[in-house]
């Protein structure tokens, strides 16, 4: 298979369903003429003409309110916003229109939106640009979550998100378009909400989405030296929660650590601590343990950004106190 970066993989999942569906389109600020903020719709405006890539005013709640009635009327819309921070100006349409919209007219009309938002820190952005909202989607019903963290679950997920008719945060880590792997060329796709475990293990589970995965894949090698094996769990999507395979894993190794960049009050951590401890407390041999964000907003100063996040030190040091 190819070795390709989650970008491209992305421009390949968004190409191949506009080639395949005329009913796709792309719109949001910069996705033609610039070919997008992070040069994911690179050569698309070329291929598929300004009908289907569509440049708009830099108006989040216009992108995603034009988006949804598109939806509705039968296209297949993905509104890409510049950072999923802007998606709170749109949050309106998000969360009072297209997630609600197929339940409120009694399943007579259906929102087969994909929204598309990069996050997460490390670049030194500042506050209004560098948070992870996994949690403030997946608190809303009729919202899919979808976070890869690999190139090739990137295409996979955004492929079957496009053809879901159910709206899809799909949620991308900024630090992760460069990052390289093998991805499978032409039709490849992934269902929706279900988890896939990165790395074996009988210790401990630890259970992560987007970059927090590679930072439990360091910590999974920097304990195994000492003889503890971790199993990592890419949830890959927040909403649904793929919980047969969360609870096999805990029922295997009897111990769970959720690692998330998201704010750690009110973070997803703490939905699947819940559900853990609710369907298998007799298999647990220790209480579910959470590392997350720290409770901030995000620091423009590059040590104190790097502070708020959570690193393989912390995942490591809330193993080691329930082993």
Partial sequence: MPEITCREALNQAIREEMERDPAVFILGEDVGLYEGSFKVTRGLLAKFGDKRVVDTPIAEAGIVGLACGAAMAGLRPIAELMTVNFAIVAMDQIMNSAAVARYMFGGQCSVPLVIRAPGGAGHQLGAQHSHTLDALFMHCPGLRVVIPSIPADAKGLLKSAIRSDDPVMFLEHEGLYATKGEVPDGEYTIPLGVADVKRQGKDVTLLAVSRMVYVCLEAAELLARDGIEAEVVDLRALNPIDMPTVLA????????????????TGGWGGELVARIVAAAFDDLDAPVLRVGGADVPMPYN???????????AQVVARVREIL
């Fill in 249 to 264: 894993s805990v029922r295997k190794t009897h111990r769970a650590v959720t690692v998330e960049e998201s704010w750690l």
């Fill in 302 to 312: 590059k040590a104190l950004e790097k502070a708020a996040i959570p690193d393989v």
